[in-house]
């Protein structure tokens, strides 16, 4: 097991007035579970606003968790010291949305994508550090002159293969793609999540995969996670959710997701979420999914139903699970 988080909590403070008292809490993660082998992708998706990137920056300790436990390579990293944790976090990088905001732009590609191997130590002389840079170009698909160009004189999708080179040079376990090809045009989209597949066989690498474009997510991942104001409502491997999924969120999310078929998507059913994602300060009583949910009956405003186990890789959150199919 790579990586094991359990019962995870991240809750933010809402502060009012001069004295700043605490006045709520926003329960952005809440009792979040999942587990992920190594060299495997579990995919994590849902609305904007339903915690996905909270969960990615908690799991990485860039926010702290409120409570619960996250087991990297068999190690709790919960209460771990920054001292402690900064030579973990060579095994654990992350790959944003916007390669445009998270590249220094002041920096050459070379130096971008070689900052891990002077942070951590990695490169013996200057002719190993040139050396490893000229390979990681090499294994993202970048043109040999990248090293000594700008980010600025790359397109959109190339200064994501940088943001990803730069990612695998540290030579990681786990990496954390929090929306990494959401900003790009579909047919970049295709490229970067091909690479991916690429490095991940590799060099073994596994992926927490966030993002909200389904078809996107069913290519690539093994696993697939579904959030819905900060809980994970359903789970389980890829062909069990998009084959048979159990919630009503999931299957109202897939039902969202064009068919490449024009026969078939003339002819197929297709379900509109009612009403607007509840603010996470004011959520429904029972289940929070109640207000939206075309299955809801009175018992749902009463009952938060926790995750059921289906079979031993798939488990909903529904009192009418067994009329969600």
């Known amino acids: 097991m790579i990586l094991r988080v359990d019962d995870l909590r991240t809750f933010f403070p809402v502060r009012r007035g001069l004295l700043k008292r605490k006045v709520g809490e926003i329960k952005a993660v809440d009792g979040v579970s999942f587990s992920i082998q190594p060299g495997t992708t579990l995919g994590l998706v849902g609305e904007s606003g339903s915690g996905k990137s909270t969960v990615a920056r908690t799991v990485l300790r860039l926010y702290q968790p409120t409570t619960g436990t996250v087991e990297f390579k068999g190690r709790d990293i919960t209460r771990v010291s920054m001292r402690r944790l900064r030579p973990l976090r060579r095994h654990m990088p992350m790959v944003f949305q916007d390669p445009g905001s998270s590249l220094d732009p002041r920096k050459t590609v070379g130096a971008l994508i070689g900052e891990p191997l002077l942070v951590h130590k990695l490169a013996t002389s200057r002719e190993a550090y040139r050396k490893r840079i000229a390979e990681l170009i090499d294994l ?16 959109g999708g190339q200064r994501q293969r940088v943001a990803i080179a730069r990612a695998i040079a540290s030579e990681p376990d786990f990496l954390v793609l929090d929306e ?62 998009f084959a048979h999924p159990r919630h009503p969120y999931t299957r109202l999310l ?72």
Do not use: W
Request: hydrophobic share 45%.
């Open 140 to 155: 993202v698909g970048l043109p040999e002159t990248a090293a000594d160009r700008m980010p600025h004189e790359f397109s």
């Open 180 to 241: 990494a090809v959401s900003a790009l045009d579909v047919s970049v989209q295709a490229q970067i999540v091909n690479l991916l597949e690429d490095l991940q066989a590799r060099l073994g690498i596994a992926y927490l995969f966030i993002a909200h474009d389904l078809s996107v997510v069913r290519h690539i991942s093994d696993q697939v996670a579904v959030m819905y104001l900060g809980r994970i409502v359903e789970i389980g491997n890829r062909d069990e959710i």
């Open 254 to 325: 897939l039902s969202a997701v064009a068919v490449p078929d024009p026969v078939i998507e003339a002819k197929r059913e297709r379900v509109i979420i009612r009403g607007e994602l509840p603010s996470l300060l004011n959520r429904p009583r029972g289940c929070h999914f109640s207000n939206r949910c075309p299955l809801v009956t009175p018992e749902c405003h009463e009952i938060d139903p926790p995750l059921v186990p289906l079979s031993t890789t798939h488990a909903a959150a529904c009192i009418r699970i067994g009329e969600a199919t």
